[in-house]
């Protein structure tokens, strides 16, 4: 059995001690740490197109005055707001399943963007682990968020993966 030099200086996972490990984690790598379901999610920090819509929702949301400086491993159960922007590699099964995980620790609103196919999915009204209110939409149509917020997050200038700038030049010329 080899140990991987360092290792030992690193705390190990545990109940507790997760936002730990995920800011220590992200600190030391370009990987963006997720706490779900108790257990630590590494994906890449957003880039391109997906890091341009993170910075398109925030700019619509700077108005709205969210919670800061939380502390503990239930940071996301005190979050009045939810937005996740689903990575080209992301599977439909894992979108439900963080869906359902941010129903089952309450977050009253959850705004799924997917570049994949041009749609967003507004969630609401989280009960028994799942949300109630479920209403879908197309880029070009705009999401307007509940109060507290009462936002409205345009999404006219969305990207979506594959999708290149036209060129009037042709290819052939």
Excluded: C
């Excluded at 108790?38 to 700077?62: D, W």
């Excluded at 979108?95 to 609401?124: E, F, Q, S």
């Amino acid at each position: 059995m080899s140990v991987s030099p360092g290792a030992w200086m690193y705390p190990r996972p545990r109940p507790g001690n997760l936002r730990e490990i995920a800011e220590k984690i992200e600190d030391a790598t370009s990987l963006r740490v997720q706490i779900l379901g108790g257990k630590l999610v590494m994906s890449p920090t957003p880039r391109g197109k997906r890091a341009g819509v993170v910075k398109q929702v925030r700019r619509q949301l700077e108005a709205v005055v969210l919670p800061d400086g939380l502390e503990d491993d239930d940071w996301l159960a005190d979050a009045a707001l939810a937005v996740e922007v689903v990575s080209q590699s992301e599977k439909s099964r894992d979108i439900r399943d963080k869906a359902d995980w941010y129903a089952v620790v309450r977050v009253p609103v959850l705004l799924v963007i997917d570049l994949r196919n041009g749609t967003w999915t507004l969630h609401t009204q989280p009960d028994n682990g799942a949300y109630r209110d479920v209403l879908p939409g197309k880029f070009g149509e705009s999401v307007l968020l509940p109060e507290p917020f009462g936002v409205e997050i345009v999404t006219d200038n969305f990207p979506v993966y594959g999708a290149a700038p036209r060129s009037s030049r042709k290819p052939w010329a």
